[in-house]
């Protein structure tokens, strides 16, 4: 398949990262999804997340118009849950609720608020094809002044819709990593759901 370039700035990558964040043990039905409709999926957000960053529009407007991206393009609440992990499990519906809206808005100002690190550079589409139980669509970000690393976006459909579960960066399993940075805020505070969700409000 031929190789599809974006041209990027490296804010944009950082925003590109952070809207791929997703989660979950998702499998796909094949009849509904396929290699290409998930190399399209991640077409499609690169080229949006790069409109956002071209606009010139403030901070505030890019990371409102951000997470407009993650929750049209994730399905946040299994991303949420898969976020929280085991503690997911004895949560009421209305704390997973309100957990879930908190962690939508911090993991985009998280996130968001890196663009300004990623100056010149873009992000090639390579490949893309199944794994496992689900898509992954295979991609090079190449950034000024730095050395091009490996970007391994998994996509799927299980929960009705085209959406990211993950993404791989060099290896690195960013679901992964906000489970591990979200268990270790609920252990700051002491276990308590309700207090991590007042938290996640104010990073």
Same mark, same amino acid.
């Given at each position: 398949m @031929?190789? @599809? /370039?974006?041209?990027?700035?490296?804010?944009? /990558?950082? $925003?590109?990262? #952070?809207a791929s964040l997703? /989660?979950?043990? &998702?499998?796909?039905?094949a009849a509904a999804f396929d290699v290409s409709t998930a190399r399209t999926l991640v077409d499609k957000v690169v080229a949006e997340i790069n409109a956002i960053i071209d606009s010139g529009d403030s901070e505030p407007k890019m $990371? +409102? !118009?951000f997470e407009s991206i993650f929750v049209r393009y994730a399905d946040v609440p %299994? %991303? +949420?849950?898969? #976020? $929280?992990?085991i503690a997911a499990k004895s949560a009421s519906s209305a704390q997973l609720n309100a957990f879930t809206r908190v962690f939508q808005g911090y993991i985009s100002r998280k996130y968001g608020r890196r663009f300004r690190e990623f100056i010149g550079g873009r992000i090639e589409v390579t490949d893309a094809q199944p794994l496992k139980s689900y898509f992954e669509v295979v991609s090079? #970000?190449? $950034? @000024? !002044?730095?050395?091009?690393?490996?970007?391994? &976006?998994? /996509?799927?459909?299980?929960?009705?819709?085209d959406r990211f579960f993950n993404l791989v960066i060099e290896g690195v399993n960013l679901l992964t990593v906000e489970r591990v940075e979200i268990g270790a805020l609920l252990d700051k505070n002491k276990g308590n759901l309700d207090a991590l969700i007042e938290n996640l409000k104010r990073i």
């Open positions: @031929k190789t @599809k /370039v974006f041209t990027y700035s490296r804010r944009g /990558v950082s $925003l590109a990262l #952070a997703t /989660v979950g043990a &998702w499998h796909t039905s $990371l +409102a !118009d %299994i %991303i +949420a849950r898969s #976020a $929280l992990g090079i #970000a190449i $950034l @000024k !002044d730095a050395q091009p690393f490996d970007l391994r &976006w998994h /996509v799927s459909s299980k929960s009705g819709q």
